[in-house]
């Protein structure tokens, strides 16, 4: 009987030990993407807040997985991660989320909230460890881990970028102009100088260019605009919907007098992000194909943003509603607040199409879902016969939101896949057995 029930409870650990394998991955970039929204990052530096941890978690159980390979020499700039003592024994799953979080502590300004949730994980680790001198190991390796990805991490120019000149607006009435209700100034008009992940450049991959401005009511942008315009008149339910459910405005104002309150929303890369840990978590995924779900699904975010925004800005193209305002109805409004920033390409269409790309690679197909990501602020769950499907309904949300026209959509996506597809062939997560 005594045999048995320790048996019993040798399984009971190891069930333990095994689920919080499993999950913890899942359970990083759940926390990661609540503080990230909580911190007010904008879209472009969220993607950075998101992919940096994740690719410092990949290369640790790259380390101790004879299956993953390194992406170290793929990311041309990216140094192999060096261990003090290799002879010492290491969980490498315990230390991959202790480099998480060591770099995730790095990026956000709540550095509590990681330190609140990182204690809680390392109880769980010491518990389904059972074994002092492994935990112990691995608690230092992870920090040693984390600590070489910052270094390497900090190369990126983001400290220049976000010192650089205030940016100074175009003449011209095709050139982008800030909106109503903050007139907030342009954002992040220098991530072009960001560097890459992948690409050679930050303009390596772009958009056909966009139709010729005019204000001839017989042209193409002028139609483009009356298409806007008439469907924010007819605008009906489900597409409210779909406006509002693929928003992913991180500061949405809302003003009444003197007082403006600010409504904290997840942001595009941290909406796909939740999509792939929805899909981790519904197939049981492995920690192997989590990791490589993760990673290169951040990394496309990151170098989909890169992309963008380098086209917006050298094409500093106007918004729906200031052409409309001048030239069509002075009272239009969209259905949902214009980002600051220039209208073409359309941020969400590339960064869907990128994301959609890459999961369709690394997630066993057919693969139909239902997205929750949005339940947090009271919209229902929307299906999918597949991340594409998500990815075209997130892009043309943008025009049924009245921020973007229709030729942002589609010349976007195409972008969107076009680095989809560089970075899955540029990068190989597997070795060859």
């Not at 020499?73 to 979080?101: D, R």
Request: aromatic letters at 10%; hydrophobic letters at 40%; charged letters at 20%.
């Amino acid at each position: 009987m005594k045999s048995l029930k320790l048996l019993l409870v040798l399984l009971l650990m190891q069930a333990t030990a095994n689920a919080q394998q499993n999950n913890y991955l899942y359970r990083c970039n759940e926390k990661l993407i609540e503080i990230a929204m909580e911190d007010l990052f904008t879209p472009p530096v969220a993607s950075r807040v998101y992919v940096y941890p994740n690719i410092a978690a990949y290369e640790v159980l790259a380390m101790g997985n004879t299956g993953l390979k390194s992406l170290s020499g793929q990311i041309k700039h990216l140094p192999a991660l060096k261990m003090e003592n290799a002879a010492m024994p290491v969980n490498y799953s315990l230390a991959a989320e202790i480099a998480f979080t060591t770099v995730a502590r790095k990026l956000v300004f709540t550095e509590n909230k990681v330190n609140e949730f990182e204690e809680t994980e390392k109880k769980e680790w010491k518990n389904s460890i059972n074994d002092e001198t492994v935990f112990q190991n691995s608690v230092a390796f992870g920090k040693q881990a984390g600590a070489q990805i910052i270094e390497w991490m900090m190369k990126d120019n983001y400290v220049t970028v976000k010192t650089m000149q205030r940016y100074e607006l175009f003449e011209g009435n095709d050139k982008w102009r800030p909106t109503a209700p903050e007139y907030t100034n342009a954002l992040e008009p220098n991530w072009s100088k960001m560097r890459p992940l992948v690409m050679d450049s930050a303009g390596l991959i772009r958009p056909i260019p966009p139709t010729p401005y005019s204000e001839k009511t017989n042209s193409e942008f002028y139609k483009l605009a009356m298409d806007v315009y008439l469907l924010d008149k007819n605008c009906n339910e489900e597409q409210r919907i779909i406006a509002s459910f693929w928003d992913c405005n991180p500061n949405i104002s809302h003003s009444e007098g003197h007082i403006t309150v600010f409504e904290h929303r997840i942001s595009p890369g941290g909406h796909w992000i939740k999509i792939a840990g929805q899909a981790v978590k519904n197939l049981n995924l492995d920690e192997a194909s989590t990791a490589e779900t993760y990673t290169l699904t951040t990394i496309g975010i990151y170098e989909g943003f890169i992309s963008c925004w380098t086209e917006k800005y050298r094409l500093n193209t106007i918004r729906p509603e200031t052409y409309i305002q001048r030239l069509i109805d002075p009272k239009f409004l969209p259905l949902i607040q214009t980002p600051p920033f220039p209208e073409y390409p359309s941020g969400h269409s590339v960064v869907s199409a990128t994301a959609s790309s890459i999961l369709m690679q690394v997630i066993p197909q057919p693969y139909s879902f239902t997205d929750s990501s949005e339940m947090y602020i009271n919209l229902p769950a929307r299906s999918f016969n597949s991340f594409a499907e998500a990815a075209q309904e997130a892009s043309v949300s943008r025009f049924y939101g009245g921020i973007h026209f229709m030729a942002a959509l589609n010349n976007g996506a195409q972008q969107g896949l076009e680095i989809g597809k560089f970075v899955r062939s540029h990068l190989q997560t597997r070795k060859k057995q």
